[in-house]
Structures are given as structure tokens and as C-alpha cells.
């Protein structure tokens, strides 16, 4: 069982040994920091290598966390989809409400071996945020998570749930107040208490090991969809689906179907108010290569390399930079990506909800939307796996607001 | 025209042959304004310090406090721009003599072309760079622009690194090495901790290059201290702060200079 659910790229193609992911990834990382990061990257080859920990991490999937998650088909929403077949695959249902509790999980059973008693993290729309503080709870580890006080307003649900199991939340009011802020505060944190602190990054991005280390933990999502797709529907997809910010949840799904050329493996980027506004996160449609929080990927930034503001309606997909290894997978051609506007995430996060009685998170709602369209452009006979990567309760209240469900006369309430 | 490794170099050995530690001073350029910086520079190196770094400000300054953060911000929201970091440089060096680094993250570096950067700074008379995400295994495209040009590289060290690490680190940088006194970012502390001291002989034991300290010092009383046992003794936010307080450009000004000197007798004070 432990072989299924946890399963590091078997192949090895990439990184290579200084963690680069063809010309992007690295580790461009203060002196302060290199020790800790060379034993995160230490541990995990132990842990890789050890039965013990692939054993323990997978009871606690099974058991804790609730895996393999379900894969849905939704033919009513798959009517708008140019009457293609769709299949969710239900991060969403998850203990925590996400896909990321997949990497807390095995970043916290790395903790421990490390010895480490704190845990700092990162988050945007909270997802990561919840799962970090649960893993912390579960395992009596002390818990700080960074979030931009842009976020902890438009997600004030997860940080009550953070508080609630015990985290201290601190809301980042520097720079732009949003997730890249949050990431640039918890690496001031660790650089001042690396000693018995784990830095529990949330995305693909960051310094080698991480991009590595999260894909892996994330893997499951695709191994799993891979098997289920293939019994349900008697093929593999046309394409795979996902949203992508940081991109771990993308590369989760992606990653089991690299081999598989005939699968389109698709991104959906934050679009925000639309490419063209410059309102936006959409870093691999409108970035240029640069140096972020650890690594050489896709940013978006100025001539001068400064780091540009992004905006998107969705906490989680707010980030200027994106995982390397989607920079690769862009520049090879392996894997595409678009962006989505905030008005058809939204339009997509209703329509789900009102055909089939789920309600995605609105970073999720962003690969629907792509959906919708990659089904036209298949047409009926078109096949579609989507990353449900988390569930939208916690943007209840930006959905309100953005359909007028507060206001009785509101335009949305129809 | 080649940069002004050479100027820093003679700088410290004129500090070591006068038996005590070189004061290393460091403000962002374009803080309060470009023209504004400049004077703030000046006034640096004319109350006493040996050396000057001229920060180059960045959105993303994941190593700085709130205090350079907060120049930072500022520098950036007057509309700092790479050539006005440079230009910063050489006003400075040009009024002053004294040698004068760029300190900034990599990426901007990354953006402007590294070899454009290195050619640049140099033309405008710097002594080098201290690029402290940049580390060593990343550094050779630099450190190649950088020897040509006649540019020193700075590399940081930390409490952190290990015997073997040092050895590798200060025999690819040039100039003088940065040793952090501690775990942390940039900014005032009360005081600066015992790691400084073993972390300074740790390094002396792989290195002829001079060891200067920063983080955290910012008073003479630290300096005095650091300079019993470092070659060099870098203060930043303590400037910055100085400026920030000041109810006015001129009253800043003065407090810059005055610390200057208060610095300046603090690391001739070997006892």
C-alpha cells in the first residue's frame, strides 16, 4: 500500500544534483541558511530510503487524511464543457479541505526526524496554513504561520481554524501584503531561528530541496487519478487539469502523466482582472525568467528586477513567482499554460456548485474555468481529469460579495 | 576602467597597519532621495568611516529588518532606479576617495545583465559587490565579471557555516569577508553575541582576507568591542535609523555624521 501512496519520481530525470530543473530551480539562499537546507535535503534522501517512513506516512494518508481521494464524474457541469467527459479529482475532500495536507504530512514526519520542536510556514488562502496547523497539533509541534493581512481579511475563516488549533498567525503588513510577503517574513524568521526550526514550505517553489521534495509528497494526486481514470473511463484523459499559483497541486497531477505524451497536461494561471490590465498573477504567460524566494524560475518583475505587485481574486493563486519545474515543463513544451480571469473562476465556482452540489475553492475554480474550455475545444468525445484541489467554504464570503448573495435584491441572488 | 578593488584593499591594510579595525558604513541609495542619498553618503564616510556599501534597494529584501526594509520602501516608491544606484556610487566615491561596494540581492543584478552590472559599476569607480543570497556554488558567472572588471566580491558567512564551507567561500571571494555575527536579519541589537568572536577565528583559520563584522552593531561601545577582534566594523541600520528619526533632511544629516565619529573612535579603540 505505502508504495502507492508514497511514490518520488521513479525515473529521476530531474532535478539534477544542484536542483536544477533544466535552466531553472537552484538554491539561491543566504550562507545563514545553507546548513539547514543541506539537512532537510539530507534527511528526506534518508527518509526516502527508509521503509519505516514511507510506512508511517502512508497509515497516516489512509487513516488521518482519508486517501485515495475520490474521482467524480460531473456530467451536468459537463454539459457546458462541449459535452466532453469530466472527472474531478477530490482533493477538496481531504482532511483540511486541500490537496496540501499531502506535503504537511510528510514535511512534518521530516521534522521530527530532524529533531525540530517549531514550525514556521507560509499561506495565502489559508490552505496551507490549516494543514500545517494540523500536522502541529497532531504531532506537539509549536506552530507559526505567515500570512498577508490582505489575505487574513478575505480568509478570515482559516485563521480562526489556524488559531483554533493551537498556531499563532502573525498578518504580514509589509510590500504588497499577500503571500509573497508572508514567504519573504517566514524566511526572516528561519534565518533567526534555524536551530530548531523547520521552514514547512507549501508550494513547489523555494530553494532545492523543496520543489523536489513537494512534488513528491504531492505525486499521489496523479498515481492515484492515473489508476482511477483508467478503470472508470477505460482510457487515459485527453488532458489533466490544474490550477496553478506556487503549482503544487499541478504538479501533483501532472507528474504521473509525463511519460504519457498523448495527455495535455494543462495549468490554469491566476488571470485577474485580465492579462492585459496588468492585473494579474499570470507568471508563466507574462513573467520573464528571475530569481524568487530561492530559485530561478518565472517572475514577474520590472526591467530593474524588482518584483511586481500581482492581484488575483484567489488568496492562494496571489504570487509573483511559480514553481521551476513548470518553467521547465513550459520551455520543453511538456505541459501548457493559460490564464483565467477572475470573472470565469467565479462563473465556474457557481456553475459547479449549482450542477453538481460541489463548491470549489476559487484557486480550484480556476482550472474548471480552463476546463470549460479545453472541453469546446475537444468537442463530445473529449476527455477531462480536474484537479478539485481544495473546497470553497473558506471563500464563502468573497463569493457572497461577488454575487450579491448578501443583499436580497443583488443581481447575483437570481 | 577598471573598479577600485585595489582602494578598498589599501584602505584595510592602512586600518590593520594603524593597529585598529576599519569602519564599514552602509545606507540605500535613493533613500530619502536619489540627490538626498548622496549627501547621506557623504556625510557617512566624512564623519569617519573607511568604507562605504551603497544598498541597492529591492522589493524582496528577505535578509533586511524592518529598518532598511523601511528605506527600502521608500527608495523604491521615490522611483530608485539601478542607474541611479550606480550613479550613487560614483557621486560618492568621486566626492570622498573613500571606496565605496554595492550591496543588493541577485536578482536585480540577475535582471540588469551581469556583465552590463559589473562593467557599469565599475565605470563609475566601485570597489566591488556584496550579494548576500548569492552563494558560492551560484557565484562564477559574477565572480568572473567581477575579476575582470576590478571588482571585489564580498561573500557573508555565517555562525552557521561549518569549517569546510569557510575554506570554500573565502577562497572564491576577494576584497574582505562578511562575517554575520548572528543568526538574524539586519538591525540593531543590544548586544552582539559570543558566535561573532568564534566565528571570526573560524574564519581567520582559512583565510588571509580581512574579516569585518556586521548585524547588529550600533553604537560605539559595540564597535569598540567587535574591533578587539575583527579587521572591520560594519554598520547599517543604525544609519538608516539615524535618518528616519530625524525631523528634518539637515538635522538626519548631522546625526549621520555625528554616529560616524562616535563609530570611528569606537574601532580605534583596541585595548
Known amino acids: 500500500m505505502s508504495s502507492e501512496l508514497f511514490v518520488p519520481d521513479p525515473e529521476g530525470r530531474v532535478p539534477d544534483a544542484s536542483g536544477y530543473f533544466g535552466a531553472f530551480g537552484g538554491k539561491f539562499i543566504p550562507e545563514a541558511l545553507v546548513a539547514a537546507v543541506d539537512e532537510v535535503a539530507a534527511e528526506y534522501e534518508k527518509a526516502k530510503a527508509d521503509p519505516a517512513f514511507a510506512a508511517e506516512l502512508a497509515d497516516l494518508l489512509v487513516n488521518y487524511t482519508g486517501r485515495p481521494s475520490a474521482l467524480t464524474e460531473v456530467p451536468r457541469f459537463a454539459e457546458h464543457a462541449g459535452g466532453a467527459r469530466v472527472f474531478l479529482k477530490r482533493e477538496d475532500l481531504n482532511h483540511t479541505g486541500s490537496h496540501k495536507i499531502n506535503n504537511v504530512l510528510g514535511q512534518a514526519l521530516l521534522t521530527k526526524r530532524m529533531g525540530k520542536t517549531r514550525v514556521i510556514a507560509e499561506t495565502g488562502a489559508g490552505q496551507h496554513g490549516v494543514a500545517t496547523a494540523t500536522a502541529c497539533a497532531l504531532f506537539g509541534l509549536e506552530c507559526t504561520v505567515y ?179 513548470h518553467s521547465y515543463l513550459k520551455d520543453i513544451g511538456r505541459a501548457e499554460y493559460r490564464a483565467v480571469t477572475d470573472d470565469e473562476a467565479m462563473q465556474a465556482l457557481r456553475l459547479l456548485s449549482r450542477t453538481e452540489g460541489i463548491i470549489p475553492a476559487i484557486e480550484s475554480a480556476h482550472a474548471l474555468a480552463g476546463a470549460l474550455e479545453v472541453g469546446k475545444e475537444l468537442g463530445p468525445d473529449g476527455l477531462l481529469l480536474v484537479n478539485l484541489s481544495g473546497r470553497g467554504d473558506k471563500d464563502m464570503d468573497t463569493a457572497a460579495r461577488y454575487f450579491g448573495l448578501y443583499d436580497e435584491q443583488g443581481e447575483g441572488a437570481k | 576602467m577598471a573598479g577600485n578593488i585595489e582602494g578598498l584593499n589599501s584602505v584595510l591594510a592602512a586600518a590593520k597597519a594603524e593597529n585598529r579595525a576599519a569602519l564599514v558604513g552602509y545606507l540605500p541609495a535613493g533613500f530619502p532621495t536619489v540627490a538626498d542619498g548622496v549627501r547621506a553618503i557623504t556625510a ?228
Open chain 1, 147 to 325: 500570512m498577508g493581512e490582505v489575505d487574513t481579511k478575505r480568509q478570515a475563516l482559516n485563521v480562526a481554524r489556524m488559531r483554533m488549533l493551537g498556531a499563532e498567525v502573525i498578518a504580514v503588513k509589509s510590500g504588497s501584503r499577500t503571500l509573497k510577503d508572508a514567504i519573504n517574513e517566514a524566511f526572516r524568521d528561519w534565518v533567526a531561528n534555524v536551530d530548531r526550526t523547520h521552514y514547512l514550505f507549501g508550494t513547489v517553489a523555494g530553494p532545492h530541496p523543496f520543489p523536489t521534495l513537494v512534488r513528491d509528497f504531492h505525486r499521489v494526486i496523479g498515481v492515484e487519478a492515473r489508476k482511477q481514470i483508467l478503470e472508470r473511463a477505460g482510457r487515459l484523459p485527453d488532458a489533466a487539469l490544474a490550477c496553478v499559483g506556487g503549482g503544487s497541486n499541478a504538479i501533483g497531477l501532472f507528474h504521473a502523466f509525463l511519460p504519457d505524451s498523448g495527455v495535455r497536461l494543462v495549468g490554469c494561471e491566476p488571470g485577474g482582472h485580465g492579462v492585459a490590465t496588468g492585473e494579474h498573477a499570470a507568471t508563466l504567460t507574462a513573467g520573464t525568467p528571475g530569481i524568487l524566494h530561492g530559485s530561478r524560475s518565472y517572475v514577474l518583475q520590472d526591467e530593474d528586477g524588482q518584483i511586481t505587485e500581482p492581484y488575483s481574486i484567489s488568496a492562494g493563486l496571489d504570487y509573483p513567482g511559480i514553481g521551476p519545474e
Open chain 2, 44 to 271: 557617512m564616510i566624512e564623519g569617519g568611516c573607511d568604507i562605504v556599501e551603497v544598498g541597492l534597494p529591492h522589493s524582496d529584501p528577505v535578509l533586511d529588518g524592518p529598518v532598511i526594509q523601511t528605506a527600502d520602501d521608500i527608495a523604491l516608491r521615490g522611483g530608485v532606479r539601478i542607474a541611479d544606484v550606480i550613479r550613487t556610487v560614483g557621486e560618492a566615491h568621486a566626492a570622498t576617495g573613500a571606496p565605496v561596494l554595492c550591496m543588493t540581492y541577485w536578482n536585480p543584478v540577475d535582471a540588469y545583465g551581469v556583465e552590463r552590472f559589473a562593467a557599469d559599476l565599475a565605470a563609475a569607480g566601485g570597489a566591488g559587490c556584496i550579494l548576500p543570497d548569492l552563494p558560492v556554488e551560484e557565484s562564477e558567472t559574477w565572480r568572473k565579471a567581477a575579476e575582470q572588471h576590478g571588482l571585489a566580491t564580498v561573500f557573508v558567512v555565517a555562525p552557521s557555516s561549518r569549517d569546510e564551507r569557510l575554506a570554500r567561500i573565502t577562497a572564491a571571494g576577494t576584497g574582505f569577508v562578511y562575517a554575520a555575527s548572528l543568526m538574524g536579519v539586519t538591525g540593531t541589537r543590544e548586544s552582539v553575541g559570543r558566535e561573532a568572536q568564534d566565528l571570526v577565528r573560524r574564519t581567520r583559520a582559512v583565510t588571509e582576507l580581512p574579516v569585518c563584522v556586521g548585524l547588529g552593531v550600533s553604537n560605539a561601545e559595540q564597535a569598540r568591542e567587535v574591533a578587539q577582534f575583527a579587521d572591520g566594523v560594519i554598520v547599517g541600520s543604525a544609519f538608516v535609523k539615524r535618518l528616519l528619526d530625524a525631523p528634518d533632511l539637515e538635522s538626519g544629516l548631522d546625526a549621520v555624521r555625528t554616529l560616524a565619529g562616535e563609530l570611528a573612535a569606537g574601532v580605534r579603540g583596541r585595548s
